[in-house]
């Protein structure tokens, strides 16, 4: 069983112009949700904006006329980044196309190429997508928007008769999600 890709596809919006591309990132990480464009990672998970990078979809060292060109820019994280470098191989732009149409979710959280995408099986093997931190970035994720929804029901009053048993789901969730982080910090 799968499920979608990613929730929310990123767009490109900023109009501005700047002779350094760097100054793009605030604009480029809301644009992409503040996640990768190629992982659908949260930056949050990287240590925020200042950690992820900006890849240049086409790269500017062999087109150095869209260095700065906000329709060239992808918000990304740094391993994506540094694997993916100067390669001009077959890569679908997050904004252009949407990745739904050419890659899955495990239940698991891994990540999958459609057996019908050229594009995506290159993108998967060249960027390392099926590596196990991308499967559980994208667990602690899930957990941490169900942790919200638990805290949620805890904090309302109708629970009150049930906020004994929602608050040891709650703590129960919270032990796996630490554990979660816990092996994450350790692998990454």
Request: glycine share 4%; aromatic share 14%; proline share 4%.
């Given at each position: 069983m799968t499920s979608n890709f990613r929730n929310i596809s990123p767009k490109r919006t900023c109009t501005k112009t700047y002779k350094s591309y760097r100054r793009f990132k605030p604009y480029l990480a809301a644009d992409f949700n503040n996640r990768c464009g190629y992982t659908d990672c949260p930056d949050f998970w990287f240590g925020g904006k200042n950690n992820f990078h900006i890849d240049h979809?086409?790269?500017?060292?062999?087109?150095?006329?869209?260095?700065?060109?906000?329709?060239?820019?992808?918000?990304?994280?740094?391993?994506?980044?540094?694997?993916?470098?100067?390669?001009?191989?077959?890569?679908?732009?997050?904004?252009?196309?949407?990745?739904?149409?050419?890659?899955?979710?495990?239940?698991?959280?891994?990540?999958?190429?459609?057996?019908?995408?050229?594009?995506?099986?290159?993108?998967?093997?060249?960027?390392?997508?099926?590596?196990?931190?991308?499967?559980?970035?994208?667990?602690?994720?899930?957990?941490?928007?169900?942790?919200?929804?638990?805290?949620?029901?805890?904090?309302?009053?109708?629970?009150?008769?049930?906020?004994?048993?929602l608050l040891e789901l709650y703590y129960d969730l919270d032990k796996e999600f630490t554990l979660y982080i816990e092996y994450l910090t350790v692998n990454q």
């Amino acid at each position: 069983m799968t499920s979608n890709f990613r929730n929310i596809s990123p767009k490109r919006t900023c109009t501005k112009t700047y002779k350094s591309y760097r100054r793009f990132k605030p604009y480029l990480a809301a644009d992409f949700n503040n996640r990768c464009g190629y992982t659908d990672c949260p930056d949050f998970w990287f240590g925020g904006k200042n950690n992820f990078h900006i890849d240049h979809f086409k790269p500017f060292s062999k087109n150095p006329g869209l260095a700065t060109e906000y329709s060239n820019l992808v918000y990304c994280c740094s391993y994506v980044n540094i694997l993916k470098s100067n390669d001009e191989g077959d890569y679908i732009d997050p904004c252009d196309v949407d990745f739904n149409k050419h890659f899955d979710r495990a239940k698991d959280g891994t990540v999958l190429p459609k057996a019908s995408s050229t594009e995506a099986k290159y993108m998967h093997s060249k960027l390392s997508l099926g590596l196990s931190r991308y499967k559980f970035i994208w667990k602690l994720d899930e957990m941490h928007k169900k942790k919200i929804k638990l805290q949620g029901a805890i904090d309302n009053p109708k629970n009150v008769g049930l906020k004994k048993d929602l608050l040891e789901l709650y703590y129960d969730l919270d032990k796996e999600f630490t554990l979660y982080i816990e092996y994450l910090t350790v692998n990454q």
